[in-house]
T-cell receptor, first 113, second 114 residues
Framework: QKEVEQDPGPLSVPEGAIVSLNCTYS??????FMWYRQYSRKGPELLMY????GNKEDGRFTAQVDKSSKYISLFIRDSQPSDSATYLC?????????????FGTGTRLQVTL | DTEVTQTPKHLVMGMTNKKSLKCEQH?????MYWYKQKAKKPPELMFV???????INESVPSRFSPECPNSSLLNLHLHALQPEDSALYLC?????????????FGEGSRLTVL
């Protein structure tokens, strides 16, 4: 079993839809949770960073973390064609040395006109 | 300004060549990373530098040689690579060296080994 599971998609939605992207994980030591957006042939761009359980909102994006269920989500409201990309969840724990991100496999999202 | 700059953006090299990838950040971050990413896969960690010292080497072959000349710069020296080493090489930095905190990635250097 992988430490982080993420549905690879592809996920296709019409413009204006609400998108829900999810990851589950098995290591209860993870404390820091991130969502990255990656356009084709570009580097990952940090969208959201959350620490421990709870919600965080930034514009059209909302990140949720439920540590009791080992489940994180990213919601995109009013989705736009420019949101078409691969979305990677990532998480890490406090090691005292350096951050080692564990990534999900990524979900490809296509927002159609 | 959260920016990590990588050069070159594209690199083509033969198996006997020696080349280098460069990364620069001016955010005052004390941890810098090299990742390798193959198509349709998530990034894989290669090396971590913390306060300019190598703190993690994920059993990377010696044909990849990292170097951190100062707190803003990170290099990856390449020698005698194989075609399977063709990938997107990503540099990242973070303010924290403890495992906390988010990583900021550069746009990557796309390497093709012939």
């Amino acid at each position: 079993q992988k430490e982080v599971e993420q549905d690879p998609g592809p996920l296709s939605v019409p413009e204006g839809a609400i998108v829900s992207l999810n990851c589950t994980y098995s290591n209860s030591a993870f404390q820091y949770f991130m969502w990255y957006r990656q356009y084709s042939r570009k580097g990952p761009e940090l969208l959201m960073y959350t620490y421990s359980s709870g919600n965080k909102e930034d514009g059209r994006f909302t990140a949720q973390v439920d540590k009791s269920s080992k489940y994180i989500s990213l919601f995109i409201r009013d989705s736009q064609p420019s949101d078409s990309a691969t979305y990677l969840c990532a998480m890490s724990r406090n090691t005292g040395t350096a951050s080692k991100l564990t990534f999900g496999t990524g979900t490809r999202l296509q927002v159609t006109l | 300004d959260t920016e990590v700059t990588q050069t070159p953006k594209h690199l083509v090299m033969g198996m006997t060549n020696k080349k280098s990838l460069k990364c620069e950040q001016h955010m005052g971050h004390r941890a810098m990373y090299w990742y390798k990413q193959k198509a349709k896969k998530p990034p894989e960690l290669m090396f971590v530098y913390s306060y300019e010292k190598l703190s993690i080497n994920e059993s990377v072959p010696s044909r990849f040689s990292p170097e951190c000349p100062n707190s803003s710069l990170l290099n990856l020296h390449l020698h005698a690579l194989q075609p399977e080493d063709s990938a997107l090489y990503l540099c990242a930095s973070s303010a924290w060296t403890s495992g906390a905190g988010e990583l900021f990635f550069g746009e990557g250097s796309r390497l093709t080994v012939l």
